[in-house]
């Protein structure tokens, strides 16, 4: 394959004609090894979308819509474009209920089951802003010494979607919305089935270790995040129409740039593969 490395630590971009055009078993092996998968230039709907999201496991239902409405779809829209084409500006509540996105997270770590990985295709991108940012937490592990790894092995975190959304707005999420993500306990320490790498779990919806005081859990939660997003660690991602994003949410943390949207466009698709079960089973 066609490869480009696009960070010291993960990432690469992948050469390829197009979505149906991609090797599933060798793309399952590049997920595993480089984290985030780029390929530009392919995006083509909905359609080729979902094949390739079941082609990579079960298709994880959108949290929003499910929550308020009861709903299931497969897509979130990343974005202040509609799907009827209009635009919602900078005051709008979905924009700025979308702000919540800016902070360091990694998608559905607030399920009991996160995602696999999230699938992002891009449509319409601003000229300035709207790059999403993303930082490896296996290399941040990594360069923990022997002693603190070994500390933090064992320790669970409590992630908590209503946590981390409040700090956006306190009335952010609805009640339907709040009570069908009650809090789950997540392994501090992840490890790859495949591999046998080991990756820190951290991120906005985090909200504390398991027994240890809310102050303390700050303390060693946001050090390590801290550390795990670094600028010299993080990978700038700037979209264009056509991208293909493919990223492993069992090891790294995103965040967006933000944008204007009383100025500018934006309208990707999004969807996300199921893991293979609690992280606590790992």
Known sequence: MN??????????????????????????????????????????????????????GEPEEEHV????????????TVGNVREDGTVRRNSHSETLYQTGNNMWHSDSSFREVPSFVSITCAYETPDEGG???????????????????????????????????????PDAVTTAHAVSLPPVRQRLVRRNPATGARNLFLGSHAREVEGWTFERSRELLDG?????????????????????????????????????????RRYMRQTRVKGAGSTLEE
């Open 65 to 76: 819509r499910l929550g308020r409405e009861g709903k299931v779809t497969w897509f979130g």
């Open 131 to 169: 790059e999403t940012m993303f930082a490896s937490q296996r290399s941040a592990f990594d360069r923990l010494d022997a002693t603190e790894q070994e500390r933090l092995e064992p320790l669970v975190a409590i992630h908590d979607y209503v946590f981390s959304r409040s700090k956006v707005h």
């Open 224 to 264: 390590l995040l801290e550390e795990a997003t670094a600028e010299n660690h993080v990978l700038a991602h700037r979209w264009q129409p056509g991208d293909l994003v493919i990223w492993d949410n069992r090891c790294l943390l995103h965040r967006g740039a933000g944008y204007d949207a009383d100025r500018f």
């Open 3 to 56: 490869l480009t490395p696009l960070h010291a630590e993960f990432g690469v971009r992948l050469e390829c004609s197009s979505m149906a055009a991609l090797d599933i078993v060798g793309l399952r092996r590049l997920i595993d090894r480089y984290s985030f998968i780029h390929v530009p230039g392919v995006a083509c709907g909905d359609g080729a979308h979902l094949e390739l999201t079941r082609s990579l």
